[in-house]
Structures are given as C-alpha cells and as structure tokens.
C-alpha cells in the first residue's frame, strides 16, 4: 500500500521558534510537495521538489524553506513560526512524468503557533 | 489565469439523496482533473481522475464525475448518499504533459448528511 507519512499530527509551538515539519514517501516518487490548507482558502502551494536537492517556490513560500537530502523525505522549515502560520499542513508526492500523475497525500500536521 | 472554482461551500443532503458537487475550471489546454475526500482530521483521497477518453469517470465510492468541455465543468455526482459520505470534497486540475504536475485546488466544499 502507498505511503505518505508525517512526522507529527499535531504540534503546538511558540512565537520565534524554528519549526521542523518532516514528510517521508516510500513511493520512489521524484516529486513531492508541501501544502497548507486553511478555511475558504482550500490548498495553496507553499514549495515543491522534482527531485533530490531542488526546490521550487509555489505560490506563498513567504516565511517557509524547505529542504530534500534523500528522494523519499521532504522537510518544511519555518525559520521563526508566527501566529499567522497556524494551519493545516500536507505533504504529498508523485511520480515525475506527464501521464497519470495523482498526487498522494499524507494524513496532514495541524500546526497551532502561539 | 488557470483557476478551478467550487461555487457552493457548503451542501446538506439527505441520506439516500443524490449528490452533484459542482466544479468549474479555467484551463487553456485540456486539462487533467480529479476530485478528492478529506475526512475530519485526515490527509485527502482520491475519489476519480480524468485524463482523457471517457468523460464519464468512475471512482470509488460510488463516485462518478462527468467531464464537459462545453460548460468547462467536471461535476460529481453520487446516485445515493452514505452517512459516511460527510466530508470535505475538492476538485483540483493540472495541465496537460505537466511533469511536475503542479495542482490547483478549488476552496472545497463541504458536504453535510442529514439521517
């Protein structure tokens, strides 16, 4: 069976503090992404990666970095966590190719900043 | 832009209703399209997908999703509502021969069963 995992279902952390958000794949997958889902707002992009080491910003990478060592895991870094930054985070991956390309999902981190 | 709209927020049917969610694109090609579920407090599913072919596509669930060019539309549809259908459902499209196949997501909607 697929599997997309995160680290953590749900993380309470402080203004200021460095927040580590860790997503694992055991799909072989070249693409992985990180989401941040919020009500009325559905799901925005915050970075993808099409492969080992690269990164690309999606539509509000403001505030997060991220980064991918090994093909299977895909870390969200927030450097200094603020209020605005509570939300629900996904992490997805899929294969790199133009076909049949479904993005699978993990069961999501719901992150409270305080 | 290429944009997916979902018009209704939120839905309440009765159980053993039928279901049409509505889901509107904005694509210059054609585009791949897919609904998924979201349970309270779990990742998202994939209920169907269209690539090609067929506009009638079948999921699971007893989900079906029709695909219409004319309209730009890529409705769901469910000939009879579960309880346990209650959840948030998202329509999200990529282009065509995208490899990276960047999503974007419709703002949802949510979907009550009434017993």
């Known amino acids: 069976d697929v599997k997309v995992t995160q680290s953590s279902r749900y993380l309470v952390k402080r203004t200021g503090e460095k927040v580590f958000l860790e997503c694992v794949q055991d799909?072989?997958?070249?693409?992985m992404f990180w989401y941040r889902q919020d009500p009325g707002l559905g799901l925005r992009l915050i970075y993808f990666s099409y492969d080992v080491k690269m990164k690309e910003k999606g539509d509000i990478p403001e505030g997060y970095s991220v980064s991918r060592e090994k093909k299977e895991r895909f870390s969200l870094i927030l450097e200094s966590a603020s209020t605005n930054q509570t939300s629900m985070y996904l992490c997805?991956?899929?294969?790199?190719?133009?076909?049949?390309?479904?993005?699978?999902f993990g069961p999501g981190t719901r992150l409270t900043v305080l | 832009a290429q944009s997916v709209t979902q018009p209704d927020i939120h839905i309440t049917v009765s159980e053993g209703a039928s279901l049409e969610l509505r889901c509107n694109y904005s694509?210059?090609?054609?585009?791949?399209l897919f609904w998924y579920v979201q349970s309270p407090g779990q990742g998202l599913q994939l209920l169907l997908k269209?690539?090609?072919?067929?506009?009638l596509v079948q999921g699971i669930k007893g989900f079906e999703a029709e695909f219409k060019r004319s309209q730009s539309s890529f409705n769901l549809r469910k000939p009879s509502v579960h309880w346990s259908d209650a959840a948030e459902y998202f329509c999200?499209?990529?282009?065509?021969?995208?490899?990276?196949?960047?999503?974007?997501f419709g703002t949802g909607t949510l979907l009550a069963v009434q017993p």
């Open positions: 269209y690539f090609s072919g067929d506009t």
């Open positions: 997805a991956s899929s294969l790199r190719q133009k076909v049949n390309n479904e993005q699978f």
């Open positions: 999200a499209g990529t282009n065509y021969g995208g490899a990276t196949n960047k999503l974007i």
């Open positions: 694509y210059g090609a054609t585009p791949y």
């Open positions: 799909m072989d997958h070249e693409n």
